[in-house]
């Protein structure tokens, strides 16, 4: 056996890179992590202090994945000696008979998840720090809380090194020439490989030009702005009723959403976000601006977050969003090389998910059958995308 060979190379050291490869290092596998900037860095989607943790899904195929992401965060909190995860509940508020609202009820109910049905006049009881209409009541997941992000990126990456897997930072991933035994050229060197997964977020499709494949995948600047809260405002993370809020809003109902959790990384703030952004290229993501995405928010503070301080945030932290037409990831093969697989596409919600992703993914590479039904993620789901070489 070919002793410089590895089992798996991972092209990719965001959340969903380091959990795959925590994964495959934790089967006995030879593993080697790749990254192409200097660790920690800020210009993928992994950065951070916090990230959203809900089993309020509409969609039944991510709700049945939470149960297993939880434990997995758990025992790397147990492995890691890190805390990782703040459950605060999380209400999801809309107009009355809204189809989100419907569907996340049923959802939580189909899942056995503890949750409540509250009526306007309970949600304003309970939450006075909020202001909705009559018309408005709320769905409210208990077990929903905050994942404290760069912290889990970090104890992954800790736990796989520990375990003897091998990350190489400062190591760009150049092209990637597929074969029985795969070669990855970087920046840095050559390294042979029975398995490549590509988990490069909204660097994907530049790694997957030189493979014959372009996915339909969308890269959005986004921001996350943290809000000065007046004190006593009810919005901090020691008071007990204060939940993850989040909100569909705009005309396309269906995906666009304003989401916050309540004052943890800096304290006397707020994070209070929308799940939505300018189109932006990775190289260059500064040129875009946020004045849009503040202006909606700022507004959208008036009208239901008295005690919030709506002129402008005092904190903004930029990131990226790797968006699919339908909003569901990309967990596949290539459609010609099998033994090259695609993490991607993780249209600004995978983040609680990248337990199961490193699994699914890691599973995939080891030419196992992957313990989720996989349908919804499939390449194929795309018309007209397929492999032109
Ligand atoms: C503002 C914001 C808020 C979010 N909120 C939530 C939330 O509340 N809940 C939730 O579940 N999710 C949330 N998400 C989504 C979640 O953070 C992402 O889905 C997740 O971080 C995607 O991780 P990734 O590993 O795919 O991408 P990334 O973190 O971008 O990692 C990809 C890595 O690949 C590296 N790379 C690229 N090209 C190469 C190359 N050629 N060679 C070597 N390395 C390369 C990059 O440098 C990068 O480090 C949020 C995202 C953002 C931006």
Redesign the pocket.
């Known amino acids: 056996m070919d002793t410089d060979v590895f089992d798996v190379v991972v ?9 795959t490869a925590y994964y495959l290092v934790n089967q006995g596998r030879k593993v080697l992590l ?4 200097r ?1 920690p ?1 800020t ?6 202090q ?5 089993k309020a899904y509409p969609q039944k195929f991510y709700a049945n994945m939470t149960d297993e992401a939880l434990e997995a965060w758990n025992r790397l909190e147990r492995e890691s000696g890190t805390s990782l995860y703040r459950r605060t509940g999380l209400l999801v508020v809309g107009k009355k008979g809204s189809q989100c609202l419907e569907e996340t009820d049923v959802t939580l109910k189909q899942t056995n998840c503890s949750h409540e049905r509250l009526s306007h006049a309970q949600m304003t009881k309970r939450y006075p720090q909020f202001s909705y209409p009559d018309n408005y009541e709320g769905v409210l997941d208990h077990t929903a809380g905050i ?1 404290w ?1 760069s912290a889990a ?1 970090l104890a992954y990456q800790t736990v796989f090194r520990c375990r003897g897997g091998v990350l190489n930072d400062g ?4 092209r990637i020439i597929p074969a029985d035994i795969s070669e990855v050229v ?2 840095r060197a050559r390294y042979k490989t029975r398995s490549v997964i590509i ?6 499709n ?2 997957l030009k030189d493979l014959g494949l372009s996915l339909p995948l969308k890269t959005l600047r ?3 702005p943290y809000w000065r809260v007046a004190p006593n405002g009810g919005m901090s993370i020691e008071d007990k009723s204060a939940p993850c809020m989040s909100e569909k809003i705009g005309p396309d109902a269906d995906e666009n959403y304003v ?1 916050h ?1 309540p004052s943890a990384e800096y304290p006397g703030h707020v994070k209070i ?1 929308l ?1 939505d ?1 300018p189109e932006a290229d ?1 190289e260059n993501p500064d040129e875009t601006s946020q004045d849009d995405v503040i202006g909606k928010l700022a507004d959208y503070i008036r009208s239901h977050l008295p005690f919030v301080h709506a002129k402008k945030p005092s904190i903004v ?6 968006m699919t037409p339908d909003h569901h990831f990309v967990l596949d093969r290539h459609p010609r090389y099998r033994n090259i697989i695609i ?2 596409g ?9 337990p199961v ?1 490193g699994k699914v993914l890691g599973q995939l590479s080891l030419g196992q059958s992957p313990s989720y039904d996989l349908t919804p993620f499939r390449i194929s789901r795309f018309p007209g995308v397929k492999s032109h070489l």
Do not use: N
């Not at 092209?11 to 959990?19: N, W, Y």
């Not at 993780?346 to 990248?354: D, E, L, V, Y």
């Open positions: 092209v990719g050291a965001g959340i969903m890179g380091s959990s790749l990254e192409q900037f660790l860095h210009r993928g989607s992994s950065h951070g916090s990230r959203g943790f809900r994942l992000a990126v190591d760009k991933v150049l970087t920046s988990t490069a977020g909204p660097w994907t530049k790694i986004t921001y996350l989401y959790s976000a799940h952004g990775p932290e930029p990131c990226m969003y790797t993490g991607a993780f249209s600004g919600h995978g983040f609680k998910m990248a992703v």
